[in-house]
């Protein structure tokens, strides 16, 4: 029936926006904060200080980035191509004048700001007509657990800042502690990991 059928469309969405949610905001926030260390590792300590900044702003451009295309794609597979094509220009259009504003005064951090807020407005237009359609978005609880994580992961990182190589260590370790947490919060469970799995499989296979 439809109701039967809405409702599993309903949990398909609040899974996949769990989904996005555990993979991106930890790593943003981790990457956020060890920003001039990583530069510092991958390009040398002369380029750490000036891009620190913008990789920071560009961590998070690069998450919205991926909401963004997750919601499209839902709006699209509903059968809304044509609103997708409409909000991604009005994204561009964002961009190019947020960009046109910011990149003269802040150069590459400007243009990893006009990203930023471009995308954040494209996923509240493309939240709102998904929430309008499907009157289901994602679980609130669950997002705020996992920011909660990641700021704890962002905390640690900064009190704690790894250099040179040792920050790959960093990262491992941290990656580690946010699995604990979010297992502790129930966030995370073995039936997400046999799903993980799973999939991997299935990537094998083909």
């Not at 794609?73 to 809304?80: H, P």
């Not at 991604?88 to 802040?106: A, K, M």
């Not at 920011?147 to 962002?154: A, D, E, G, K």
Request: charged content about 10%.
């Amino acid at each position: 029936t439809f109701i039967v059928h809405l409702k599993q469309t309903q949990n398909y969405i609040k899974k996949s926006f769990r989904f996005a949610f555990l993979l991106l905001f930890p790593l943003a926030f981790v990457i956020s904060a060890s920003s001039q260390e990583l530069l510092a590792l991958v390009y040398g300590l002369d380029y750490s200080f000036a891009g620190s900044l913008a990789l920071s702003a560009l961590v998070f451009a690069a998450s919205f980035y991926s909401l963004f295309l997750l919601m499209t794609t839902l709006l699209s597979a509903s059968g809304n191509p044509v609103k997708s094509f409409i909000i991604s220009l009005i994204v561009l259009i964002f961009v190019f004048l947020t960009g046109f504003y910011l990149i003269p005064l802040h150069g590459i951090f400007g243009m990893a700001i006009a990203m930023f807020v471009s995308l954040l407005v494209g996923c509240l237009i493309a939240g709102f007509s998904i929430l309008k359609k499907f009157r289901v978005l994602f679980d609130a609880v669950a997002l705020l657990k996992i920011l909660v994580v990641s700021i704890i992961l962002y905390v640690i990182s900064r009190l704690i800042p790894f250099t040179g190589f040792w920050l790959v260590l960093e990262y491992f370790i941290l990656f580690i502690v946010a699995l604990i947490l979010l297992f502790l919060i129930k966030e995370l469970t073995l039936q997400d990991i046999l799903l993980i799995k799973k999939m991997c499989n299935f990537k094998k296979i083909l």
